[in-house]
């Protein structure tokens, strides 16, 4: 049986913003990754990463794909130390463990010293302003 008219474009919002349908502050782009600003930061440069096509969880991951997504988040801890030598790399799976975007991705958070033990309990929306300063902060170097 043929379906009939377009497809329905995927509801994720992760695959939009990696085909462009969807803004984002890129901070890092490869061909099978992506990687962009939190628009509800935990800190200050709290960046996502994302294999460009879509896996919920990091076991539905292509073994072809482990390289180029490692070497992204590796790219982004290189990047984030500009800002701070500390940091936490996460991924959350499933929600109970606080997974909001069944899309994988990687949080890299930096931790200052006004964060010791703990993350802020409201997160705060990602201003513009702010967003381009990170850009230049966190850009090739």
């Not at 490869?30 to 996502?48: C, M, N, V, W």
């Amino acid at each position: 049986m043929e379906a009939s008219g377009p497809v329905a474009a995927s509801p994720c919002i992760f695959c939009a913003i990696a085909e462009k349908r969807a803004p984002s502050y890129v901070v890092y782009e490869d061909a099978q990754t992506l990687a962009f600003l939190d628009i509800a930061p935990l800190s200050r440069g709290h960046t996502l990463i994302i294999p460009k096509a879509h896996v919920d969880r990091i076991t539905d991951l292509p073994p072809v794909q482990y390289a180029s997504v490692l070497a992204t988040v590796t790219e982004i801890c290189r990047r984030m130390e500009r800002l701070s030598r500390d940091y936490n790399i996460g991924v959350n799976q499933g929600p109970l463990a606080g997974q909001i975007v069944f899309h994988l991705h990687f949080h890299v958070i930096p931790r200052y010293p006004n964060q010791v033990g703990g993350f802020p309990r409201e997160r705060l929306p990602l201003v513009p302003e702010e967003a381009r300063t990170l850009l230049k902060e966190l850009g090739p170097g």
